[in-house]
């Protein structure tokens, strides 16, 4: 792989890498490793180490996918290897 | 009009919906049948993949999980979400960029070898079967509960109606017709959700119900329930129960499992382009999110609610004859019993059994009729001692099957027989639609696969097109024997399912997009050992293809290495698949130049085309 392709495929791993960080952050990090420390601070009614494992990681999932969609559209244009 | 008719016309009306797509959307080329001719668009596909993925046991199971174990559940949550991360950011597009038909062509061209295409054949068919067992069970179990039907007779009308649009119109009316099945079972799965929330919290949005506080002011909802479960002896709602470990590890095989599951996989060849592959994967997390983010929101207050009608206003418990009916009415079907232990009439709950084995054995007089006991209770045959467990007040009287929380929600909560039919008509389109996504992927690998692929390569469109046809029937009727006579290791299935897709399928599809160096003998040899390894500490744990009694060692946390139990192995298995795959290749032939080339072709998007066969 050479040239602009190369460089499209450096910028596409690159911004895996980044979303993949948070992904594991809010779910594994946050959801179960850390929930003990973040359930000390309660926020409504529901505490925050709770709250990621069954609401918050789905949430962040979701704009993590719509965020890689956006973006990927953008380096597809940027290094003109888009679909038609 | 009384509820059976109500359920009746429910479930017929969702029936005639579903066979009128049929006809509509019939498949004429196997483009059709195997990927509807890739022309869904791509919030369609989403809704479709949602409902393809959203099984009998997420609808009717899975917020009783959450009821009974509480905060330890999340690794469902996470785990069966998690997965589309992966699958839209490391998968998806790169495989619909591939566009061919299905999951093991992918690993047999990428991989020039038909060994490595049969592995993913036979991975394939047994994850799909045992998965679809479940399905086949769920159908029998919805009509038989709801309808008062024979289990087998169930069975057999389920069947038919999978036979009338999985046969006739392939992935294109599948397609089409789990969009519809999504409709019918968000509504079933929100609706009663919205009214329990807004009786319990006031609040109509039961995401936000979850963090409220109780509608008379009292006290949080979770802060509630937490202090009621201590008080009965229970560990609190919220707090941890098992070690983080396991947690990890069960969540990471959950979620890579999900990625490398091939019915979900072949739904994203289905749109136009690699860009609709990615749109794709977050609206069906979308409509996904819908039903799993108000799952906890179900478990928790149905709990509440369960334990608050037992245990009555003074929590000393409540006659038995002071029941509301719904209680009677699940006991008759066995998800729920009494016995009681402290003879005063009154049913009490908290923590302990009050059964031996923990589920209840019903005794039946002779004309078969269940026997009553002084109260008109259904007779059991194997009462506990009735000790108080430690921090109870009392002993535990009652046997909950957990599936009764979304079952008998809205019977609980006192909502109109309307929303108990539409309940009905949703869980049979859960179990459905995900049995149809199943026998696709199993009848394409058949006919695509081992047919097209190995055995007859010549083979005309049309004789495929009928070979698919044909496979499709087949798997249906298998699927549907199996579903009426279940193996006995029927609950232990989604373990298998999981970690064959985590340890074998996944890391093959990965490092064929993302490490151009891979070569056949380190894909095979990978697959084979993440398989290899997972099925052994599956079956040294759970018993040899789950034979009873043939089980090497105890299935306890005392025996497990480093205390990892089976249904958490499929991500072990996974990273035993990258290592060895990755260590052959280094040490053999890498691939020929033109596989190097198709690699780099998939990683981008630009001249993604229709669908080829060839």
Redo the contacts between chains.
């Keep these: ?1 050479s040239g602009s ?1 190369g460089d ?2 450096k910028a ?1 791993i690159r911004l ?1 890498s980044i ?2 960080v948070i ?1 594991f952050v809010v ?2 990090l946050f ?3 850390l ?2 420390v973040l ?1 000390q601070i309660q ?5 925050l180490g ?2 990621f ?3 918050g ?3 962040t ?2 704009i ?3 965020v ?2 956006k973006k ?2 953008e380096l ?1 244009r940027k290094f003109n ?3 038609d | 009009m009384d509820l059976q008719t109500l359920t009746y016309l429910f479930v017929g009306g969702t029936f005639l919906l579903y066979i009128g797509i049929a006809i509509w959307a019939r498949a004429s080329t196997t483009g059709e049948f195997y990927v509807a001719g890739k022309g869904v668009h791509p919030v369609a596909n989403g809704m479709a993949t949602a409902a393809d993925w959203m099984s009998a046991a997420s609808f009717i199971s899975m917020a009783g999980l ?1 009821a009974f174990k509480g ?1 330890d559940a ?1 690794v469902y ?2 785990g069966w ?2 997965g ?2 992966l699958l ?3 998968l998806a ?1 790169y495989l619909r960029k591939f566009g061919k038909f299905t999951v093991p062509e992918f690993i047999g061209e990428r991989y020039y070898s038909q060994t490595a295409r049969i592995v993913a054949v036979i991975c394939l068919i047994v994850a799909s079967i045992t998965y679809v067992i479940g399905q086949m069970k769920g159908v029998g179990v919805a009509f038989g509960r709801f309808l008062e039907v024979d289990f087998e007779v169930g069975v057999l009308v389920g069947m038919s109606i999978v036979f009338i649009y999985a046969v006739l119109g392939g992935m294109k009316g599948i397609t089409y017709t789990q969009i519809a099945q999504y409709c019918v079972l968000i509504f079933a799965y929100t609706i009663p959700a919205i009214f329990i929330s807004l009786t319990l919290t006031g609040n109509p949005v039961p ?1 936000l119900g ?4 109780l509608a008379d002011g009292s006290a ?4 509630k329930l937490d202090s009621v479960m201590t008080d009965l002896g229970f560990k609190a709602y ?1 707090v ?1 129960k098992g070690t ?1 470990f396991n ?2 590890l069960l ?2 095989s959950l979620m890579i499992g999900t990625a490398g599951l091939p019915h979900v996989i072949i739904r994203f060849f289905t749109v136009p ?3 609709d592959a ?2 794709s ?2 609206w069906a ?2 409509f996904i ?1 819908i039903l ?2 108000t799952a ?1 929101a179900v478990g928790s207050m149905a709990r509440l609610n369960m334990i608050n009608t037992v245990n009555g206003v003074d929590s000393q418990g409540t006659a038995y004859t002071a029941l509301p009916s719904w209680f009677k009415r699940w006991e008759n079907t066995g998800l729920l019993a009494w016995y009681d232990h402290n003879g005063d009439g009154k049913v009490q709950h908290a923590a302990g059994s009050a059964f031996d084995g923990g589920k209840p054995k019903f005794v039946s007089n002779e004309d078969g009729s269940p026997k009553r006991g002084g109260h008109d209770e259904r007779v059991v045959s194997n009462p506990s001692e009735g000790k108080r467990a430690e921090g109870a007040p009392f002993a535990n009287e009652i046997y909950v099957d957990r599936d009764i929380m979304v079952l008998a929600n809205p019977e609980i909560a006192d909502l109109p027989f309307w929303v108990i039919a539409l309940v009905a008509a949703g869980g049979l389109a859960a179990a459905l639609s995900t049995a149809a996504g199943l026998l696709l992927a199993i009848s394409s690998a058949i006919s695509h696969d081992l047919l097209k692929g190995i055995f007859k390569p010549d083979i005309s469109e049309k004789h495929e097109l009928m070979a698919g046809r044909i496979a499709m029937a087949g798997a249906i009727v298998v699927a549907g024997y199996l579903g009426m006579n279940p193996p006995g290791f029927a609950a232990q299935v989604v373990a298998l399912a999981f970690g064959l897709a985590a340890s074998s399928i996944f890391p093959a599809l990965m490092m064929g997009i993302f490490y ?1 160096k891979m070569n056949n003998t380190g894909a095979v040899a990978g697959m084979l050992a993440g398989l290899g390894t997972t099925l052994i500490y599956i079956f040294v744990y759970k018993g040899w293809f789950f034979i009873p009694g043939t089980n090497n060692l105890p299935n306890d946390a005392a025996n497990w290495v480093m205390g990892i139990q089976p249904e958490s192995f499929g991500a072990v298995g996974a990273l035993i698949n990258f290592i060895v795959a990755i260590v052959v290749s280094k040490v053999t032939a890498a691939p020929p130049e033109h596989i190097q080339h198709l690699v ?1 072709d998939i ?6 085309g229709a669908a080829s066969g060839h």
């Excluded at chain 1, 926020?43 to 505490?47: P, R, Y």
């Excluded at chain 2, 979850?210 to 506080?213: A, D, K, R, Y």
């Excluded at chain 2, 990683?603 to 993604?608: Q, S």
């Design positions: 792989m392709s499209y495929w596409n895996v979303l993949l992904w779910s594994y959801g179960i490793i929930v003990d359930n926020i409504g009614g529901v505490k709770f709250w494992a069954q609401q990681s789905i949430f999932f979701l993590l996918i719509f890689y969609a990927m559209n597809d290897v888009h679909e | 959450i905060y999340s949550l996470m979400t998690g589309y991360v839209a950011m490391l597009p995401q979850l963090g409220s506080e949080y909802m979770l802060d919220t941890q983080s947690m990890v969540t990471l382009k690699v860009r990615r749109a994967a977050g997390l979308v999110a799993y983010t906890p151009k780099e990683r981008v998007p630009r001249g993604a």
